[in-house]
């Protein structure tokens, strides 16, 4: 099994940075596709940005493309998702997952097979 937990959200101003970091234990995820996810109140869960095995190839969502970047550190068995110039759209909780299956990017949120349990980001205006 694979535990997920996220960390670095909070709440800051418009404009402003936020880093998020989702490190994973119970096994090595090196080979897995991960994603980070949001879900704002009254909205569904949906991706934001995903990267494959190796970091070499990763996938934005319109909304956050030039604003956010994913990266992931196989050494460290982590994640991370940098999002710069932040928006009061952008607050949501946040989570990071991974796809047993895949070492391609994956997009499709019923292809993940482990989730963390979510970080909370708030963007003031």
């Known amino acids: 099994q694979v535990q997920l937990v996220e960390s670095g959200g909070g709440l800051v101003q418009t404009g402003n940075s936020l880093r998020l970091s989702c490190v994973a234990s119970?096994?090595?995820?090196?080979?897995?596709?991960m994603g980070w996810f949001r879900q704002a109140p009254g909205k569904e869960r949906g991706i934001i940005a995903a990267?494959?095995?190796?970091?070499?190839?990763?996938y934005y969502a319109d909304s956050v493309k030039g604003r956010f970047t994913i990266s992931r550190d196989n050494a460290k068995n982590a994640m991370y998702l940098r999002m710069d110039r932040l928006k009061p759209e952008d607050t949501a909780v946040y989570y990071c997952?991974?796809?047993?299956?895949?070492?391609?990017?994956?997009?499709?949120?019923?292809?993940?097979?482990?989730w963390g349990q979510g970080t909370q980001v708030t963007v003031s205006s």
């Open positions: 997952a991974a796809a047993a299956s895949s070492s391609s990017i994956v997009t499709d949120r019923r292809s993940y097979d482990y």
């Open positions: 119970g096994r090595t995820v090196s080979n897995y596709a």
């Open positions: 990267i494959n095995w190796g970091g070499g190839s990763t």
